[in-house]
């Protein structure tokens, strides 16, 4: 099993920048397809970003493409989300998850993930 901490969220204006970081412990991050995802005060909890076991398959979410930039260093057990152009639609608690999937591949539904970390509040203003 494998327990997963965020860091790097605070409040940002508008068109700046965060990165995010996801810490993994009692296991191998290069054991799981990570994700992120985040959701919004009175909102669904929804899909970021995804990134395969190597890091060769990437999928992001249409809202934050271009903008968003997911990356993992396995060697570190660490995966990151780099979050550049951020809008007030982006305020949201961003959570990391990782998928037990077998192989090279990815998934972007919520019930395709085993593991989750606590959260990292994320807010931009306007």
């Known amino acids: 099993q494998v327990q997963l901490v965020e860091s790097g969220g605070g409040l940002v204006q508008a068109g700046g920048s965060l990165r995010l970081s996801c810490a993994a412990s009692?296991?191998?991050?290069?054991?799981?397809?990570m994700g992120w995802f985040r959701q919004a005060p009175g909102k669904e909890r929804d899909f970021v970003a995804t990134?395969?076991?190597?890091?060769?398959?990437?999928y992001y979410a249409d809202s934050v493409k271009g903008r968003f930039t997911i990356s993992r260093d396995n060697a570190k057990n660490t995966v990151y989300l780099q979050m550049n152009s951020l809008k007030p639609e982006d305020t949201a608690v961003y959570y990391c998850?990782?998928?037990?999937?077998?192989?090279?591949?990815?998934?972007?539904?919520?019930?395709?993930?085993?593991?989750w970390g606590q959260g990292t509040q994320v807010t931009v203003s306007s």
């Open positions: 990134i395969s076991r190597s890091g060769g398959i990437i």
């Open positions: 998850a990782a998928n037990r999937i077998i192989g090279e591949r990815v998934t972007t539904t919520l019930a395709g993930y085993d593991y």
């Open positions: 009692g296991r191998a991050l290069s054991s799981y397809t």
